[in-house]
């Protein structure tokens, strides 16, 4: 995971970056320069098939020597794969597919200038911008729910150091403790995510902690896939998994840390062990970019990815007002194509294609039990519209669904390859 070299630059090489008072420096070379913001699942997609093209000159601005990946972060969780088998350096986007790497945050964006300021404070011209940063949490809208606590009463919905904390507090927690997930308000980051998740635990907990309870608080009154959920939630783990949707409970209001604690409006919870995943909206550069709108999402072009508030910039990801698009690694990655040859179309003169927009998930209800979607989409109307549709149907037997669980795991390494080389 280390030692990588070439293209990788920490504020040091190629004369790309420049001190904050100093007039820009192009790199000294005559390609146009695009920048990507976020090294997850969208910006390590536009920056790679960008970069392929050989016309242009690409740099990707990402915090974290590594990504480690959300989707495959429940299996884990249960005890079914390694964090290590989960992360990916930018080693092969720098040194095969010839990206710069600068392991920075990117801390604000200058349209009128088009450069993007780096947190050592320097600045990185472009003649176009990706930004991909994900998602952030509304913090204030659970009493009591803030990054400290979130150390306590972990949302691991970006993996990594989270979902290590709530490993080991699944691990240590005692047989017939009550684990507790407070599912968050549409829209959110992988919609069937919570209920997998509780899918894998009760998995381990089935072998580990057979007494023990997991109850699922839900801010909303339907959940994607639920019927296929609850159907092998009555097969696999009878009397473990109770869902308590919003109209029963009412909303989510507190949490309290010390006893740890779940306040609704009609109801109190205390679990052993509480994933409390708050309410979502854009990555909060793109906020501080005005890249959002009031929504807390960033709207865009569908047939471009420009966003329709800062023309010249694009958006991809979770951060998007994605239409019928779910905010899922799939889409992310469709977008990010997407987005890439209207990028280099706009920049190079190269032919511009209609979008060819998919997403396609693979859920896990037990190691060798999993469901899936695929669907097409197609920009109409300014937003995003589902074309066509597949999902997997209760009932399906035994054999098609651990076939689909194998597949799963073809798709995984195909995909993390296509998107970090
Ligand atoms: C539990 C769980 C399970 C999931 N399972 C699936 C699944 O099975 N299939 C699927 O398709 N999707 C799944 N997803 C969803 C998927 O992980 C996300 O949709 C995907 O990661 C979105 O990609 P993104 O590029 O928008 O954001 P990310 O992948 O989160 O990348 C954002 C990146 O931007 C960087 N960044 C943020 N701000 C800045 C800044 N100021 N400067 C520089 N960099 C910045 C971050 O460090 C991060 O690396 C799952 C999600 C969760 C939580």
New binding site residues.
């Given amino acids: 995971m280390t030692g990588w070299t070439r293209r990788q630059i920490c504020g040091l090489a190629g004369g790309t970056l420049m001190a904050a008072a100093a007039p820009h420096v192009a790199r000294g070379q005559s390609q146009p320069r695009v920048v990507v ?7 390590a997609t536009v920056a790679r098939y960008l970069a392929g093209l050989k016309t242009l000159d690409v740099t990707l ?4 020597p590594n ?1 480690v ?6 299996l884990y969780l249960a005890g079914l794969r390694s964090l290590a088998s989960l992360t990916f350096d930018f080693e092969a986007l720098a040194e095969r597919h010839d990206v710069a790497v600068i392991q ?4 604000a964006i200058n349209p009128a200038s088009k450069t993007v300021e780096l947190q050592s404070g320097e600045r990185l011209a472009y003649d176009r911008l990706v930004v ?4 952030a949490f509304k913090f204030g809208e659970i009493g009591g729910y803030d990054e400290a606590t979130a150390e306590i009463m972990p949302h ?4 990594g150091a989270q979902s290590q904390v709530l490993r080991r507090q699944l691990e240590t927690m005692e047989d017939g403790g009550v684990f507790v997930i407070a599912a968050p308000p549409n829209p959110f ?2 919609p069937p ?1 919570p209920y ?2 509780a899918s894998l635990v009760a998995y381990y907990f089935k072998q580990f902690k057979p007494k023990s309870k997991i109850l699922i608080l839900d801010a909303k009154d339907t959940f994607s896939g639920q019927e296929l959920f609850q159907d092998a939630w009555s097969r696999h783990y009878p009397g473990m998994i109770e869902w308590l949707p919003a109209q029963f409970i009412g909303k989510i209001e507190a949490v309290d840390a010390r006893s740890c604690t779940v306040m609704t409006e009609n109801e109190t919870f205390k679990a052993a062990v509480a994933n409390v995943i708050p309410a979502q909206k854009a ?3 793109a906020e501080r970019a005005g890249l959002a709108d009031s929504t807390g999402w960033c709207p865009v072009d569908p047939a471009t990815f420009e966003s329709t508030l800062q023309p010249g910039i694009h958006v ?4 998007i007002i994605g239409g019928d698009m779910p ?6 990655n469709s977008q990010a194509k997407a987005c890439a040859f209207a990028v280099a179309a706009s920049l190079t003169g190269s032919p511009r294609f209609p979008p060819h927009l998919f ?1 396609s ?3 896990f209800l037990a190691p060798d039990d999993a469901f899936t979607n695929a669907i097409i989409f197609a920009p109409e109307g300014g937003g995003i519209k589902t074309v066509k549709m597949f999902i997997s149907k209760v009932g399906e037997s035994a054999e098609v669904r651990r076939r689909t669980a194998h597949q799963a795991v073809g798709w995984y390494s195909a995909f993390t390859a296509d998107v970090f080389g």
Avoid: L, M
């Fill in positions: 913001i976020g090294g997850g699942i969208g910006g601005i990402e915090p974290n990504h990946t959300c989707f495959f972060s429940n920075k945050a990117a801390t991909s940063p994900g998602i691991a919905w970006n993996a980051r992988c995510a997998e998740r990555g909060s550069i991809v990801g979770d951060a905010k899922s690694a799939f889409s992310a997403n998930c693979y859920t």
